[in-house]
């Protein structure tokens, strides 16, 4: 008998382990979209508290908690935009893994852009110097040669 309670203890701690651990979070919706606007929205949110790690694939509490709230902002029927406001709103802009186009983010884009278009410059620049340093470099015995041979040319 102390056999079977104990084989019975056993089994009922195995079995609840896993639910005081943390367990897998289990989301009913009524609609496929919104299960995939659900999905998109956490993984496009970063945790506040793991580096570069989605809410959706984060174990932190802070993660678990967050898409708690989209999933209640969701059922409420909040729009993206609404959810990704409310949630900025609350932990920052560091939790969106592509930061706004605001005044203070100009740079941020801008930079890149202005990177490839100095590169862009710097090669024309380039080019046209060597065209020209090519044409300047005939020393005057060379171009009365050059000249030479193209007049001979041309007469024949």
């Not at 005044?103 to 801008?110: E, K």
Request: charged letters at 25%; one cysteine or more; a negative charge.
């Amino acid at each position: 008998m102390a056999l079977i309670r104990l084989m019975l203890t056993v089994a009922l701690l195995t079995l609840t382990s896993g639910a005081l651990a943390g367990g897998i979070e289990i989301r009913e919706f009524d609609d496929p979209v919104m299960e995939q606007r659900y999905h998109d929205l956490t993984a496009s949110m970063r945790c506040p508290l793991c580096e570069n790690q989605a809410i959706d694939d984060s174990d932190a509490p802070i993660s678990a908690d967050m898409r708690e709230r989209v999933y209640q902002l969701l059922q409420d029927g909040q729009s993206d935009i609404e959810i990704v406001n409310h949630m900025v709103q609350r932990f920052g802009e560091y939790i969106l893994y592509n930061p706004r186009l605001e005044n203070r983010t100009y740079l941020l884009w801008g930079l890149p852009i202005g990177l490839v278009l100095l590169g862009v410059v710097v090669v024309v620049m380039m080019v046209r110097a060597r065209r020209n340093a090519s044409a300047k470099a005939l020393s005057a015995e060379e171009r009365a040669r050059l000249d030479a041979l193209i007049n001979r040319e041309r007469s024949s």
